[in-house]
């Protein structure tokens, strides 16, 4: 749970996050998208819906434009066993 909060800090405040350490989190808005409760946190998530729908929080002034995240560093741990 802390890493996907970390993640949903981290983009809907790129702005003013300087960097980010993530051990397992889930994508960004992962809560949002269909079949969430098994694919956040088990893979296969449809990407392009996920990235749809954090242009449109953009888009709603709900969160920053993730374009302040391409100089962020961002070291995140993952495996098939999270």
């Known amino acids: ?25 889930s994508p960004y808005g992962c809560g ?3 079949f969430r ?7 296969g ?3 392009q819906e996920v990235i749809a729908y954090v242009q449109e929080r ?3 002034g709900v969160i920053d434009d993730p374009s302040n995240l391409k100089n ?4 995140l741990f993952s495996g ?3």
Not at 8 to 20: E, G, P, R, T
Not at 37 to 43: D, V
Not at 72 to 75: E, G, Q
């Open 1 to 25: 749970a802390g890493g996907s909060m970390a993640i949903q800090h981290l983009v809907a405040f790129s702005s003013i996050v300087d960097a980010a350490a993530i051990a397992g989190g």
């Open 32 to 34: 949002s998208v269909r």
């Open 37 to 43: 409760f098994s694919l956040c946190y088990t893979g």
């Open 45 to 47: 998530i449809d990407l």
């Open 58 to 60: 953009v888009e709603q």
């Open 72 to 75: 962020v560093p961002v070291i």
């Open 80 to 82: 098939k066993n999270d």
